[in-house]
Each structure stands twice: as structure tokens, then as C-alpha cells.
């Protein structure tokens, strides 16, 4: 078994016994999710969906747009947005915050705590913060190096 088809296996088994529509739907789910999971790039919805296509092909282009926009939505799994010039997606969901290599385009957590600045928007501006996005640029250590 190539590594990581594990949870795929576990996913098919489901996918046996499910023929209803909603059994569908959360199988699809499931395969999706996996997928970004497994790749573990903070992939897009174009990666996450050449990923299914060759696992399972019955999963549209449609669907997985549909699932991933849908999955974070609900709190799933978080949309880091249009990073690239296209929308990427994090199986990750805590609070954290990502660097992108302006050179390679690739994606990296930073484990960093903005409550303070947060709360202090609160404290001066009676601003109540719902939501943050925060995207670092610039150039990755190997980039770095190969300059
Ligand atoms: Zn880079
Ligand atoms: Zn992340």
C-alpha cells in the first residue's frame, strides 16, 4: 500500500455501504478533506482536486470547489484565501497564520498569538474583532539560499 492510502481505504469502506445521497455527500466529504490532509501544503482548490481526480475520478471539479468553499464555511477546515491567484485551503484550524515564499508560492504556518494586538483594538477603538487574516510575504530559506 503506497503511504498515506490508509485513511483512503477506511474512506472506501464507507463508501460500500453508503447509497444514499447524503451517505454520498459525506463520503465525498470525507475523500475531499483527506486529500487536503494528506497533501499537507496548504493546498489549493486546483491541487486538492488533482489529488481526488486520481483516487476518485467520479468527484467533478464542481464538487470539490463545492465542498472545500462549503467545509469552511462551516469551520471545517479554514480558507487562507487567494494566496497565488487562486483560493487555498488549511486541514490546520486553530489560530495561526501563514508566510508565503514570494519565489516558490509555497505556504508556511506561523505559530504566533495576535490576542494582545487584537485585544488592544478592543481597548482604544471599542473594536470588536471577528476575524483576522494575516499573510506574511517574502522569501522561503531555500529560495533564500539559491539567491
Ligand atoms: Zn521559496
Ligand atoms: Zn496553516
Known amino acids: 500500500m503506497k ?3 490508509a485513511w483512503l481505504s477506511r ?3 464507507t463508501a460500500i455501504s453508503a447509497n444514499m445521497e447524503g451517505k454520498r ?8 478533506y483527506g486529500a487536503l490532509k494528506e497533501l499537507d501544503i496548504h493546498a489549493s482548490a ?18 470539490v470547489y463545492r465542498n472545500l468553499r462549503r467545509m469552511a464555511e462551516e469551520g471545517e477546515i479554514m480558507s487562507i484565501g487567494n494566496l497565488t491567484g487562486s483560493m487555498h485551503y488549511d486541514h490546520n484550524c486553530h489560530t495561526h ?13 506561523v505559530e504566533e498569538d495576535f490576542s494582545e494586538v487584537m ?3 478592543y481597548e482604544t477603538e471599542g473594536f470588536d474583532i471577528k476575524e483576522c487574516a494575516i499573510t506574511f510575504k517574502g522569501l522561503c530559506w ?3 539560499d539559491a539567491v
Open 46 to 63: 486546483e491541487q486538492v482536486f488533482e489529488y481526488v481526480k486520481n483516487i476518485a475520478p467520479s468527484i467533478g471539479k464542481a464538487t
Open 25 to 32: 455527500n459525506t463520503v465525498q466529504r470525507q475523500i475531499i
Open 3 to 5: 503511504r498515506g492510502t
Open 142 to 144: 531555500q529560495c533564500r
Open 97 to 109: 497564520y501563514h508566510c508565503v515564499c514570494d519565489n516558490c508560492m509555497k505556504i508556511f504556518d
Open 11 to 13: 474512506v472506501f469502506l
Open 119 to 121: 485585544g488592544k483594538a
